[in-house]
């Protein structure tokens, strides 16, 4: 439901370079992201103050803004950002980098859809969190939702086999072909992803990897950095099936293939 890496590919990226085929490829016509995330923000009492960061074409950070929140939506792709601003207005949108931001003091920060995945290394990892600890008010929240590492200990099904997608956008029919493979030395899950269409533009191919972190590792990089975590979980949540819905409970199990995460900085 959101965008693709947390770097500017503005160059050669289909859905970076045009945020209005994100959003039709990537539909959220109930705002369950924004909604889950809100739910989350309450449930914890989190303060006004939000900083959704990775914002992509910014539906969620507006949806937070409408629920009377005060929202920073960041990014590093400038063409989300230019989308977000007109169709998504009420947050202020600043260019960012998550490996590394200072965008002033927040009760909660916010990264949605796997954006915190796109920090590859450990040194990326402690920047996103040093960060967060600098920007947040004693107790502020961490709420984030991504790929779940543990998922692929042993499990196949979705890794090596191509899974072709399709959607219409004013009368054009847009092809996506995506294969997912293990980059185990890096600790990556990599995708490749060819887009045609039937307007006669040539395929383009895309690379894109997301880190894959362990629960118990997570745990401990948010340990380090002052975080106590208060809800590690894989569902519900805007991206699981069946998705989250007002009023669900939280899991116990972290073994499906999403992780939710709320914790506090009390460190």
Same mark, same amino acid.
């Given at each position: 439901?959101?965008? #693709?890496?947390?770097?500017?590919?503005?160059?050669? *990226?289909?859905?970076?370079?045009?945020?209005?085929?994100?959003?039709?490829?990537?539909?959220?016509?109930?705002?369950?992201?924004? =909604?889950?995330?809100?739910?989350?923000? =309450?449930?914890?009492?989190?303060?006004?103050?939000?900083?959704?960061?990775? !914002?992509?074409?910014?539906?969620?950070?507006?949806?937070?803004?409408?629920?009377?929140?005060?929202?920073?939506?960041?990014?590093?792709?400038?063409?989300?950002? #230019?989308?977000?601003?007109?169709?998504?207005?009420?947050? #202020?949108?600043?260019?960012? $980098? @998550?490996?590394?931001?200072?965008?002033?003091?927040?009760?909660?920060?916010? !990264?949605?859809? &796997?954006?915190?995945?796109? !920090?590859?290394? *450990?040194?990326?990892?402690?920047?996103?969190?040093?960060?967060?600890?600098?920007?947040?008010?004693?107790?502020? @929240?961490?709420?984030?939702? +991504?790929? *779940?590492?543990?998922?692929? %200990?042993? /499990?196949?099904?979705?890794?090596?086999?191509?899974?072709?997608?399709?959607?219409?956008?004013?009368?054009?029919?847009?092809? &996506?072909?995506?294969? +997912?493979?293990?980059?185990?030395?890096?600790?990556?899950?990599? /995708?490749?992803?060819?887009?045609?269409?039937?307007?006669? &533009?040539?395929?383009?191919?895309?690379?894109?990897?997301?880190?894959?972190?362990?629960?118990?590792?997570? /745990?401990?990089?948010?340990?380090?950095?002052?975080?106590?975590?208060?809800? %590690?979980? $894989?569902?519900?949540?805007?991206?699981?099936?069946?998705?989250?819905?007002?009023?669900?409970?939280?899991?116990?199990?972290?073994?499906?293939?999403?992780?939710?995460?709320?914790? =506090?900085?009390?460190?």
């Amino acid at each position: 439901m959101r965008h #693709e890496p947390q770097r500017d590919t503005s160059r050669g *990226n289909l859905l970076t370079d045009s945020p209005e085929l994100y959003e039709a490829r990537f539909p959220d016509p109930e705002r369950i992201a924004g =909604r889950w995330a809100e739910d989350v923000l =309450r449930r914890y009492g989190a303060g006004p103050r939000v900083l959704d960061i990775g !914002c992509g074409t910014g539906r969620d950070a507006a949806y937070l803004h409408g629920a009377g929140r005060t929202v920073v939506g960041a990014d590093l792709s400038t063409v989300m950002l #230019e989308y977000a601003r007109e169709h998504h207005p009420g947050p #202020e949108y600043r260019h960012a $980098d @998550l490996r590394g931001f200072d965008l002033g003091a927040f009760d909660a920060v916010v !990264c949605l859809d &796997s954006a915190l995945l796109y !920090c590859h290394t *450990n040194d990326d990892l402690d920047g996103f969190l040093t960060s967060c600890r600098a920007g947040l008010a004693p107790g502020g @929240l961490l709420v984030a939702e +991504l790929r *779940n590492g543990a998922f692929f %200990l042993g /499990r196949t099904e979705l890794l090596d086999t191509p899974t072709v997608d399709a959607f219409s956008r004013h009368g054009t029919v847009h092809r &996506s072909t995506t294969t +997912l493979s293990l980059d185990r030395a890096a600790q990556l899950l990599r /995708r490749r992803r060819v887009w045609s269409a039937d307007d006669g &533009s040539p395929p383009v191919e895309q690379h894109s990897a997301w880190r894959l972190l362990f629960p118990q590792e997570l /745990r401990h990089f948010l340990t380090a950095h002052g975080f106590t975590v208060l809800g %590690l979980y $894989d569902r519900p949540g805007p991206r699981t099936e069946p998705p989250w819905r007002a009023g669900d409970d939280a899991a116990t199990t972290v073994d499906a293939d999403r992780l939710h995460l709320v914790a =506090r900085l009390t460190g």
